[in-house]
């Protein structure tokens, strides 16, 4: 009798080990990955979506204000300089750079140039970023924490040794796009996977980097520049809108516009925002049809029947702010059916064409590349006219105001203009070049001189001492009066 029993045992001990063996296998889904480094594509997607819905955040509410491309009528602290360390936008970029330098180390090792190349111009756009509004900052040993020797505590690098590894990094990248048979990318929401825009776009964003040096190293800026300028079939840059380095968002949440009714952005906080006195003048100034698309008529000249287009003041302390030319009704939106009702009508900008002219047209101007820079300058009008839609007239580019005098401050004011709700890039190139000179503190401001840079966070002073007082020493004060490196 107990020999029996040990045979059924042991019988449905194998039958049960079979099942359980088939059952295994039956349950691998093949649709799920199963290692990151077979589905390099999600890191991709997810950092894309990440970074450029935080610096679109990040435009309307603060650099907008930086640039005084907008103020604030209610809760103005940030509009009178009381900047802070903004650690959120920090955290976030170094996380995302983090998945970037995963994405480059699997593309490394699986011999995938596309997706290389990729890692290296986005990790470039965010350490400009970065460096940019703090200056000197963690980069070489960022993002190391997983690595076979993990560093944990970041030195920071010298704001100038960064911009020099950012202009090797995009060179690089144009190098690793420039070869034949490239594999193709997946998982690419910014340009679907064109390897060509991507190229683009390295050039592209290496312009902005060599010109930010400008004043505090113009040999190598005029180098890179003509460099580029010189060679476009080796360096490729953006052509026309079309190469535009902007995300479309979709229609729902959570993928539409972050700053939108559809996203559930309170209308009141969108609100509380209004075109600035600054940005309305200089539109004015140009008598230009640009204003009559950013901006809505205040309602109570609406209810008149005279609609006028009224800025707010930069820089003034709540209370008399909501009161400021009668309060609320007597001043003007940013245009509400486009910016805030349609949940993708407006793009996150990274990069775009006009910029590229610019840039070139500065260049021109310098002397630094033998190029026409009114040509240059009227292409980067232009183009932004057609980005936003809005019908150029035939008599724009001839007017006294706007026809190109061999001024950089001319350029400057136009560019201003594209550089609308581009993350910072309205504040940079002001602190970089002094134009628009309109931009100044407000009344009630904090400081007479305007701010230069953002606070360090309070977790580098608490887990980075070292390295954090290190940086402070040679940099200067960690206030927000202290200026970069490349501002001169």
């Not at 020999?3 to 099942?19: K, P, Q, R, T």
């Not at 630094?368 to 183009?383: F, H, K, R, S, V």
């Amino acid at each position: 009798m107990k020999i029996y029993n040990y045979i059924v045992f042991s019988a449905l001990l194998v039958l049960s080990l079979e099942a359980c063996t088939k059952f295994e296998v039956i349950n691998e889904n093949p649709d799920v990955a199963t290692s990151i480094n077979n589905n390099p594509e999600l890191l991709l997607t997810n950092a894309q979506r990440n970074s450029i819905n935080r610096v679109v955040g990040d435009a309307w509410s603060e650099g907008n204000l930086m640039a005084q491309y907008g103020a604030r009528i209610v809760f103005t602290e940030f509009d009178l300089f009381n900047w802070g360390t903004q650690s959120g936008t920090w955290e976030s970029h170094y996380l995302t750079i983090r998945d970037l330098e995963a994405l480059r180390q699997i593309a490394e090792n699986t011999g995938n140039d596309s997706y290389e190349a990729v890692a290296l111009i986005m990790q470039s756009w965010l350490f400009q970023i970065l460096t940019d509004m703090w200056g000197d900052i963690p980069f070489s040993e960022a993002a190391k924490a997983n690595a076979e020797d993990p560093i944990f505590q970041p030195r920071y690098d010298k704001q100038q040794d960064i911009y020099q590894a950012l202009l090797t990094d995009l060179e690089k990248a144009n190098s690793l796009l420039a070869g034949s048979g490239l594999p193709k990318i997946k998982g690419d929401i910014l340009f679907a996977g064109d390897l060509v825009r991507w190229r683009k776009f390295a050039n592209s964003l290496r312009l902005r980097v060599a010109l930010r040096l400008s004043e505090a190293d113009p040999s190598t800026a005029q180098s890179v520049i003509a460099q580029i300028a010189a060679n476009p079939a080796e360096y490729p840059v953006m052509e026309s809108n079309d190469d535009n380095a902007v995300l479309t968002f979709l229609t729902a949440n959570p993928n539409a516009h972050p700053v939108t009714e559809e996203s559930v952005y309170r209308v009141g906080s969108y609100n509380e925002y209004r075109i600035s006195e600054t940005m309305v003048g200089i539109l004015r100034e140009f008598d230009d049809p640009r204003l009559q698309f950013f901006a809505d008529p205040t309602a109570t000249s609406v209810i008149e029947g005279n609609p006028v287009i009224e800025g707010m003041q930069n820089g003034i302390v709540d209370g008399p702010a909501y009161t400021y030319k009668g309060g609320d009704p007597f001043l003007s939106k940013f245009n509400i059916n486009y910016f805030y009702f349609q949940p993708n009508a407006n793009q996150g900008r990274l990069m775009t064409f006009s910029e590229v002219m610019f840039i070139l047209a500065e260049a021109a101007q310098r002397g630094w590349i033998d190029e026409d820079a009114a040509l240059l300058y009227n292409n980067g009008i232009t183009a932004n006219f057609t980005y936003w839609n809005v019908d150029l007239p035939s008599d724009y580019l001839q007017r006294p105001s706007v026809v190109y005098d061999n001024s950089l401050e001319k350029i400057m004011k136009q560019k201003y203009l594209a550089l609308f709700y581009t993350d910072y890039q309205g504040f940079i190139e002001f602190k970089r070049t002094g134009y628009p000179s309109q931009i100044a503190p407000g009344p009630d401001a904090l400081y007479s001189e305007y701010p230069s840079r953002f606070l360090y966070q309070t977790k580098e002073i608490a887990l980075n001492r070292g390295n954090y007082d290190e940086a402070v020493s040679r940099q200067g004060p960690d206030v927000l009066l202290t200026k970069v490196w490349w501002e001169k």
